[in-house]
């Protein structure tokens, strides 16, 4: 069947380290996106990336849509990086909407 | 930039009464969806709307109903609302296929 997996669930990093998610889908991909879950529930997009390499600010993501993969990297992170990160993909064979990943739940300590 | 709202951030019902959740979005994006988000099931697909007076089920719909009479407004009706609705319910829209933008969120309680 269809499936979105995200690795690690669960990361603790010291403020300032890096870190790298993961996001592996089972199909071939129409779109893909990165959101940032904040304490409050909030969705925010981070990016809109069904292949190659984006970057904004410390947050940077690559898809490699052939190897049904997409990697999100934070550098030098802060506490306010602390959330949950989803991947959502729009999978060709899957209709009209987005396949939302576990999440991977990032926590940034000082 | 686009804005995306939810009627309420919280709201407690009691068991059997009738809920509207309503969303609205300011982008004229034709497709419409709501989703509830459940700690360990992550976000979940109710229903989603891809023009006016149009509506599609979702991975779980039973429960729910929607409509959808304007292009900016999708509402979600729980009929006679029940303890396991308790949940998060987010809305989202967007252009076609491409990217979706979320409400903030709205935190449902029912006892």
């Known amino acids: 069947g269809i499936q979105v997996e995200q690795s690690p669930p669960d990361l603790i990093l010291q403020e300032g380290a890096n870190s790298t998610l993961r996001c592996n889908f089972s199909?071939?991909?129409?779109?893909l996106q990165w959101f940032h879950q904040n304490p409050w529930g909030q969705l925010i997009n981070l990016f809109y990336?069904?292949?190659g390499t984006k970057q904004n600010g410390r947050l940077s993501a690559t898809t490699v849509a052939t190897e049904r993969y997409s990697l999100l990297y934070i550098s030098s992170s802060q506490t306010t990086d602390s959330g949950v990160y989803f991947c959502?993909?729009?999978?060709?064979?899957?209709?009209?909407?987005?396949?939302f990943g576990p999440g991977t739940r990032l926590s940034v300590l000082p | 930039d686009v804005k995306v709202t939810q009627s309420s951030r919280y709201l407690v019902k009691r068991t059997g009464e009738k809920v509207f959740l309503e969303c609205v979005q300011d982008m004229d994006h034709e497709n419409m969806f709501w989703y509830r988000q459940d700690p360990g099931l992550g976000l979940r697909l109710i229903y989603f709307s891809y023009d006016v007076k149009m509506k599609e089920k979702g991975d779980i719909p039973e429960g729910y109903s929607v409509s959808r009479e304007k292009k900016e407004r999708f509402s979600l009706i729980l009929e006679s609302a029940s303890t396991n609705q308790t949940s998060m319910y987010l809305c989202a829209s967007s252009w076609g296929r491409e990217q979706q933008y979320f409400g903030p969120g709205t935190r449902l309680t029912v006892t």
């Open positions: 990336i069904p292949s």
């Open positions: 959502a993909v729009d999978l060709i064979n899957y209709g009209q909407n987005f396949v």
């Open positions: 199909d071939s991909v129409n779109n």
